[in-house]
């Protein structure tokens, strides 16, 4: 048999938890969001990265263009070793191209697909743990 003042401390302390409920609830919005930010900009640093090398790879392609002409044009006009020169500078900027590419690429993936999955995850967790179908340590 339960006495009567042990039944309103139980009642007390649930008035408490449930009053402690909305701050609480308050905190774990904040918190989710806190990792949402975290998460998007860590995988939008990738994604520009990889963006910005792959930019740069571009201007070399440009310029390496630029010298395969030039080449082109030494190699008809004077058949001389300076279209050779030229030939050489202009692969080594096509290989300095093609490697910032390959970088570029993997940051790309390093950092794809941009969707907060440890956040929704997390999100997901925490709605099985207020409807009460898990305990908050496990997944």
């Known amino acids: ?4 003042q042990q039944e309103s401390q139980r009642s007390r302390s649930l008035f408490a938890l449930l009053s402690s409920l909305p701050g609480l609830i308050v905190e774990l919005v904040k918190s989710e969001l806190e990792q949402l930010k975290t998460e998007l900009m860590r995988k939008a640093k ?9 930019v740069v790879a571009g201007v070399f392609a ?14 008809l006009a004077v058949v001389l ?5 030229a030939l050489i500078v202009a692969v080594v900027l096509l290989l300095l191209a093609a ?3 390959a970088i570029g690429v ?34």
């Open 1 to 4: 048999m339960v006495h009567p």
């Open 46 to 54: 990738h994604a520009g990265i990889g963006v910005g090398l792959m």
């Open 62 to 75: 440009f310029f390496a263009t630029g010298v395969f002409v030039a080449a082109a044009v030494l190699g």
């Open 81 to 85: 070793p300076a279209w050779l020169a």
């Open 99 to 101: 490697a910032l590419i």
């Open 106 to 139: 993997n940051q790309l993936q390093r950092g794809t697909p941009p969707v907060p999955t440890e956040t929704l995850e997390s999100v997901q967790r925490d709605v099985r743990v207020i409807k009460g179908t898990v305990k908050r340590g496990t997944s």
